[in-house]
């Protein structure tokens, strides 16, 4: 009897253990997650069809969509399968890439955190404007899902990749910088230049200097920034401001969060911004904020 008694309540609590929920932790990631967080192929990626987004148990517990990101309550095993998911896609967004000419290739690092295109300039600056863009295109999927599962990996949704583009034909460096928080401006002179030596920053930003500055006030409106290093601009300003609701960051990548204390790399080329917002702050118009932990 005693046995019996035994047998039953080992098996009882075989079946409880069994029906134990895997845990699970949150995930904030990219609102731009939301494109092809799983979709089941590029196809429908293109489709960019958000209106109704959510993610099956395969992926997710439970999604909510925020202004700025997606949350996500997920297991260990669900963001395995999210991770396995965006890879798939990136396989083939590389295939498309890479069919558009046989000297077009792809390669990202085993952690999310790199890649590199090569790429030429009929592709660039094609006379067909559709199809110069849609090349592009491919590239930015895949740094948009290289972040994403760099921040599924890390749980920060802040995370950089750092993105090369080389000049196919002479293996130099075209442009370089950190994705999303750099753009990746390409011109003629950049792509001539390449052909005989790196380009590490793009024509379009001569007489633009990187300055650190620290974050001496937040607001919803508005970023008031303290010049650390005092170089050939600014140097009698204590303070500069970035309005967020003006035409000068609209194009500015902010991280999720940002808080007093923070320290940041400013692209700027020493002019101020013209723009009225009831202080005697004066404004600047960065083309770039990088936050410094990346940047270094």
């Not at 949150?26 to 979709?39: A, D, H, R, V």
């Not at 910088?177 to 011109?187: C, K, S, V």
Request: with cysteine; hydrophobic share 35%.
């Amino acid at each position: 009897m005693k046995r019996r008694l035994f047998s039953i309540f080992a098996i009882l609590l075989f079946v409880l253990s069994g029906c134990q929920k895997e845990p699970t932790s949150k995930y904030i990631l990219p609102i731009e997650s939301q494109y092809f967080l799983g979709k089941e192929s590029y196809e429908s990626v293109k489709e960019h069809d958000t209106d109704s987004f959510s993610l099956d148990s395969t992926y997710a517990n439970e999604v909510t969509v925020e202004e700025d990101c997606l949350v996500l309550e997920a297991s260990d095993s669900q963001i395995k399968n999210l991770i396995e998911n965006n890879q798939k896609i990136m396989e083939e967004i590389a295939q498309e890439f890479e069919a558009i000419k046989d000297n077009y290739t792809v390669e990202w690092s085993e952690d999310y955190s790199s890649v590199t295109f090569n790429v030429d300039d009929e592709g660039l600056f094609s006379d067909n404007a559709a199809e110069a863009l849609e090349n592009m295109s491919h590239t930015f999927w895949i740094n948009y899902i290289l972040q994403t599962n760099c921040a599924l990996m890390n749980q920060d949704c802040d995370t950089t990749v750092n993105v090369t583009y080389k000049n196919a034909d002479s293996g130099h460096i075209l442009s370089k910088g950190l994705f999303p928080y750099e753009e990746f401006t390409i011109t003629q002179e950049d792509w001539e230049l390449s052909q005989s030596q790196d380009v590490m920053r793009s024509i379009e930003y001569d007489g633009y200097i990187d300055m650190k500055m620290i974050v001496e006030q937040v607001d919803s409106d508005k970023i008031i920034f303290a010049p650390q290093e005092k170089d050939s601009f600014y140097s009698n300003d204590e303070s500069l401001c970035l309005c967020l609701d003006s035409v000068y960051a609209d194009d500015i990548k902010l991280p999720h969060q940002i808080e007093e204390g923070d320290v940041f790399v400013l692209r700027l080329d020493g002019s101020y911004a013209l723009h009225e917002d009831g202080d005697d702050i004066p404004d600047i118009a960065p083309v770039a904020l990088i936050p410094e932990k990346y940047y270094e």
